[in-house]
């Protein structure tokens, strides 16, 4: 009996030693928090190169925020802005040619030109106030895509190196500099063999692969009107945006609410039937264009904006938090959606 | 126990017959996951425990470990999850730890081995995911765990109690 | 095989009613030590950094009471009661941190860009949300 039992302890430790080889790669997590674009970033990445890429991530994130960031002074976009004219680097080309290719997708739901009024309202600053309707008609001709234009210093170029502005317009690349930020970090991540990370840029979300223990990421949509999340999805390798005017707001004297998201055929803040928006995609920049574009258009754009997109090659999935307490999750992420217990809202699947 | 013990053909077949015997009751109890009634992480009948206990009093502590380590074994390759494979490993090795040392005490029954071995389980089991997992919060999971390995175990105590009573005038060893 | 085995006891003795007791008074233990202790806020750790270093971390629930955070020139008072944790007061300008409100989840956190100053709920649990977006 005793050899037989030794026999046996012995072939089941070599299985056992076969089955826990792959589980103990080296494998090495890294971690960095940094803030930049006007935001709060925080990356987790493991692999064996995982510090390396994310060393990379924060460089690229800092030298895109010197070129894109519209408040400082001689950024690619400052420029731009003061002197309706400026030489661009290959980045920022790449961005704004898909900044105006979302424009001219969402109808302008999505515009980087809405800057003047950006400025008019002083929404990214520290005292924000209501402006007069005729200052906000004076600005409304100064938006559209129209106005910006991408050329090339020199007819033989492959890539555009310039951009010009018509008077008095101006750019802001803040809704969707973060999204282009994101595909950035996936091709530093992707560059370094890192094979999973999970990236949250703001109200920008990149997940990689999967969690340590092999199961998908959990990203938790955030409640917008109570402390808590709204419902849960389990994703990997995509991006996930989150647009809403519950984040920033700020209220005027007399007590009215006003949030962060102009209207740019309006002028002002968005008076939408949504709370929050949410888009799942494989490029970042559009995930992040769309999530404001498809919260300025309001739920019923929106859906039949989706539904359009299903025909063209590049399909995307969205989740609506809407002002009347119900979530609409479209239904290409019905099998990663899952409900939270104790959110108040009703839940829909939007179907083709 | 100096080597020179004698193996029956008898008995190398009895432990390869109970093995595949555990390994079936392990296979045919994820077909009715218990964790279906209750949704806790760890929760199960413990089918295969019967044998397992059974060879404890029919073969000895040897023959019993190796049954159990086959079936756990051969059972995770059926199911393939590495950390579930783990955390059952050492839920076992606890149990059996424990079942063989309350066997040895005598002054327990069937019962008693059987409700130690159930509750020794989920210990380590729990003990385990707190390591891997490096969090206290599993042990949150703890009271419920050993409620129903009360229950568990005397279902298999009184089974196992059965069946040694059948299989009483059999010379198995 | 020694055959000193002791004779196989059938049916239940007074010893193993110990044993089931021992069962229950653990499983009682456990019971008390963790629910007490993680009482609300569950296994909730804050962690508090300032301009990307830690500048604190402890359990939720052994952070009532307010504490105070500079950074980049601004000051923040942090509140925690009940399981939630807030910003009672900054004196930064969008005041985005103030408006935040409580948290008490997992996985959430209360940003404030100006004073550069992160206040996360994190635990190791793995049901819990890895990241949250919006």
């Keep these: 009996m005793k050899t037989t039992c030794k026999r046996l302890a012995a ?12 589980a103990c790669g080296e494998r090495k997590t890294a971690e960095l928090e940094l803030f930049a674009m006007d935001t709060y970033m925080s990356f987790t990445a493991y692999g064996n190169r995982a510090e390396e890429a994310l060393a990379e991530a924060g460089r690229t994130i800092n030298e895109l925020e010197q070129r894109l960031s519209r408040t400082r002074e001689g950024s690619e976009i400052w420029t731009l802005n003061a002197q309706g004219c400026a030489d661009i680097s290959p980045d920022t080309a790449e961005l704004i040619g898909q900044a105006l290719a979302y424009a001219a997708q969402t109808g302008g739901a999505f515009d980087i030109t809405v800057a003047p009024l950006v400025e008019l309202w002083g929404i990214t600053t520290d005292t924000p106030r209501v402006p007069a309707k005729a200052e906000i008609d004076a600005l409304l001709p100064l938006v559209g895509s129209k106005h910006l234009t991408l050329t090339r210093s020199d007819p033989a170029l492959t890539v555009f190196d310039t951009a010009v502005l018509d008077p008095g317009c101006a750019v802001d690349l803040g809704g969707i500099a973060k999204g282009y930020a994101a595909d950035r970090v996936a091709d530093i991540l992707e560059k370094y063999g890192v094979s999973d990370a999970v990236a949250s840029l703001g109200g920008n979300v990149y997940v990689r692969g999967t969690r340590p223990d092999g199961t998908p990421w959990r990203v938790a949509i955030q409640d917008p009107l109570q402390n808590g999340c709204a419902a849960m999805l389990t994703l990997s390798d995509t991006f996930v945006v989150t647009s809403g005017g519950y984040q920033r707001f700020f209220a005027d004297p007399d007590g009215t609410i006003y949030q962060h998201i102009l209207d740019p055929a309006t002028g002002y803040p968005v008076q939408s039937d949504l709370l929050s928006v949410t888009v799942v995609c494989p490029d970042g920049a559009r995930a992040d264009a769309y999530s404001t574009a498809l919260y300025v258009m309001g739920e019923a754009k929106a859906a039949s904006f989706w539904q359009s997109c299903q025909a063209e090659v590049e399909p995307f999935e969205m989740v609506l938090i809407t002002a009347d307490h119900r979530i609409v999750c479209t239904s290409g992420l019905a099998d990663n959606f899952t409900e939270q217990e104790d959110a108040s809202y009703a839940y829909e699947i939007l179907a083709h | ?91 076992g090795l606890a149990s059996m730890g424990v079942m063989i040392a309350l066997r040895r005490w005598d002054r327990f029954s069937v019962f008693g081995v059987s409700l130690g071995g159930a509750a020794a389980h989920n210990i380590g089991q729990i003990a385990a995911a707190a390591v891997v997992l490096n969090s206290t919060a599993v042990i949150g999971y703890l009271p419920v765990l050993l409620f129903i390995s009360l229950v568990t175990g005397a279902l298999t105590g009184l089974l196992v109690s059965l069946l040694l009573r059948a299989a009483a005038h059999l010379s198995l060893r | 095989m020694p055959t000193r085995s002791s004779p196989i006891k059938y049916r239940p003795t007074v010893w193993d009613a110990l044993i089931a007791a021992a069962i229950i008074a653990l499983g009682l233990l456990a019971a008390v030590l963790f629910y007490t202790k993680n009482a609300r806020g569950g296994s909730a750790i804050v962690t508090v950094s300032v301009a990307g270093e830690v500048a604190e971390r402890a359990a939720l629930s052994q952070f009532d009471g307010d504490h105070v955070y500079t950074g980049n020139g601004y000051t923040l008072t942090v509140s925690a009661h009940d399981g939630e944790i807030f910003v009672s007061h900054s004196d930064c300008g969008g005041q985005d941190c103030v408006h935040t409100g409580a948290i008490s989840r997992i996985g959430q956190s209360i940003v404030c860009l100006p004073a550069q100053i992160v206040i996360r709920l994190e635990s190791a649990s793995p049901g819990d949300a890895d990241v949250i977006v919006g």
């Design chain 1, 11 to 22: 072939a089941c430790v070599a299985v056992l030693a076969a089955l826990s080889l792959p």
């Design chain 2, 1 to 91: 126990m100096n080597g020179a013990m004698k193996i029956s053909a008898k008995n190398i077949a009895l432990c390869g017959v109970l093995s595949a015997l555990a390994l079936g009751l392990s296979v045919l109890e994820s077909f009715f996951p218990l964790s279906l009634l209750i949704p806790l992480p760890g929760v199960k009948l413990g089918l295969a425990n019967i044998v397992t206990l059974f060879a404890l009093y029919t073969l000895g502590a040897r023959p019993a470990l190796a049954i159990w380590l086959t079936r756990c074994v051969l059972g995770s390759l059926f199911a393939g999850n590495a950390s579930a494979f783990l955390f059952s490993l050492l839920g």
